[in-house]
């Protein structure tokens, strides 16, 4: 059983940052970013590979957001920037022991954090 702590959500104005940071009480192979708005599927947004030299990107988010490992503390952090009012949605951290871009292909999921972009 692996716990995933989540922080550092919240609201924010268009064009702004924050960055996202998950904590995990053991480390996993993959670690990474899922993020589901009211009404639509949960979407792939950031994974952490290894030690953490791979990453991935979801197209949506490619070039605005980093995904980064601190593997002393297992823990993730995602930094957000141009953030967009699409982007709003609530943040999943989850982690897995091999790369996947679908949800249900990872084991162990945070609690959520709440985005809001604003207009």
């Known amino acids: 059983q692996v716990q995933l702590v989540e922080s550092g959500g919240g609201l924010v104005q268009a064009g702004g940052s924050l960055r996202l940071s998950c904590a995990a009480s053991s480390s996993t192979y993959v670690m990474g970013w899922f993020r589901q708005a009211p009404g639509k599927e949960r979407e792939f947004v950031a994974a952490?590979?290894?030690?953490?030299?791979?990453?991935a990107y979801g197209d949506s988010v490619k070039g605005r957001f980093t995904i980064s490992r601190e593997n002393a503390k297992n823990t993730i952090y995602l930094q957000m920037n141009s953030l967009k009012p699409e982007d709003t949605a609530v943040y999943y951290c989850?982690?897995?022991?091999?790369?996947?871009?679908?949800?249900?292909?990872?084991?162990?999921w945070g609690q959520g954090t709440q985005l809001t972009v604003s207009s």
């Open positions: 989850a982690v897995g022991g091999r790369y996947s871009r679908r949800a249900a292909e990872y084991d162990y």
């Open positions: 952490t590979i290894g030690t953490g030299a791979v990453t």
